[in-house]
């Protein structure tokens, strides 16, 4: 567009230099003003971007939330490679990537003295590495990152410590690694996502999350309606402790959890309390519970569970009318003693038009604590009882789940 305004003003002044008949004089104001319309929306239209670094020309920044909290406010803050001790707060739209220089390409944001930078709801205090802190207006957007928590100092100080802290902000978390949230006495979290009373979206794709010592992705909110939209996908989660949940996806949350891979001494694999929402092409590996679906409404479909030691996929909601557990396969649950399951339906009054074509291989029973007639169209191969009904051949029902972990709320400063 630049190349249009010296002909617009060219031509009126031309107008304005011929004869001044009223009528060429109001055309030559109307270019004037058009000319002076077009440059303002150029100048608003200019993106600002920002250099962490030397290793590219432009407004450089030696950290990056001095790059961040820069004025005016950065569109982009571009971080040449390098580590970086900083715990940083995003407060407004911001797209925040690392880049490629020579032969380096890994930005690490590494743990430093952390402080307090938010709470969770029943004031237990929450340092996270990375606080997107109640955005509005736009995206915050995480490209190419590493969030690595090694030395963060918070064992035994009942501090939750996060790697990505989402609250109340829309955007997407791209090629980021979150690991070493954990240590002695540690509750660790790689990404936490709180949704709230604004309607916002976040996406969380081709990521890595590995050794935390509580949960690898955790979606909640803070409002009773669904104003979280999440998408997960083609993401690994993996975890070295046991008692941990790769995924979890609270009730207020739509999640879409797709294409993931989670491996590990996890609790359980993916845990849907959500009420709307789907779990679709994840392969889960050498878990406790594969998928545990504590909520009738999302579907579980063409999901890959191996190798789990208790129950590949646990229908906690009881009778299911609206959710669909298909097409899933599941091989090797061995955990040594009787009971080892497939799928567990606690009894509940589910029919199998909504639970079928479940493949099932290696374990004691395909179905568990079925509802008696039930007979699902599934394959089974290996297997010692294709159904335990509940009233006869029932199988013994997992413990009940721990407690679950309040969730991060308003910041201090509120």
Known sequence: ???????????????????????????????????????????????????????????????????????????????????????????????????????????????????????????????????????????????????????????????????????????????????????????????????????????????????????????????????????LKNNVVSAVSEGVDAFFLDEGTDPTVTANTVSGGTSTGIVMVATEGSIMGNTILGSSLGIELASDGPSVTSNNIYDTTQVGIDVGAGTLKVSKVEHNIIKSVNAGSEGETGINLHCGNTSSTLVNSNTFMDMDYGYGDAPAGFAGTDTYLSVLFKVGTCTGGSVPSKASAAARLSLPGQSLEQ
């Open 1 to 231: 567009m630049k190349k249009y305004i010296p002909r617009i003003a060219m031509l009126a002044v031309r107008l304005a230099s011929a004869a001044p008949s009223p009528a060429k004089l109001s055309l030559a104001v109307l270019f004037s003003a058009m000319a002076l319309a077009i440059g303002a929306e150029q100048v608003s239209a200019a993106t600002v971007t920002y250099i962490v670094g030397t290793c590219r020309t432009g407004t450089q920044f030696s950290t990056i939330q001095k790059a961040l909290d820069a004025s005016p406010a950065p569109d982009t803050v571009e971080v040449c490679p390098g580590s970086y001790a900083e715990q940083i707060t995003i407060s407004h739209p911001v797209t925040l990537e690392g880049i490629e220089q020579g032969n380096g390409a890994q930005v690490r944001i590494v743990a430093t003295a952390m402080t307090i930078n938010t709470t969770a709801t029943d004031g237990n205090p929450a340092a996270a590495q990375i606080f997107v802190n109640n955005v509005t207006g736009g995206d915050v957007n995480l490209t190419n990152l590493q969030v690595n928590g090694s030395g963060n100092g918070e064992g035994g100080t009942g501090v939750f410590f996060i790697g990505v802290l989402y609250l109340e902000s829309s955007g997407t978390i791209n090629q980021v690694t979150t690991s070493n949230q954990d240590g002695t006495d540690v509750t660790g979290f790689g990404m936490w996502i709180v949704g709230g009373n604004s309607k916002t979206s976040v996406t969380v794709e081709n990521c890595s999350v590995h050794d935390f010592s509580q949960g690898g992705i955790f979606a909640t909110t803070t409002a009773s309606a669904t104003n979280l939209t999440l998408a």
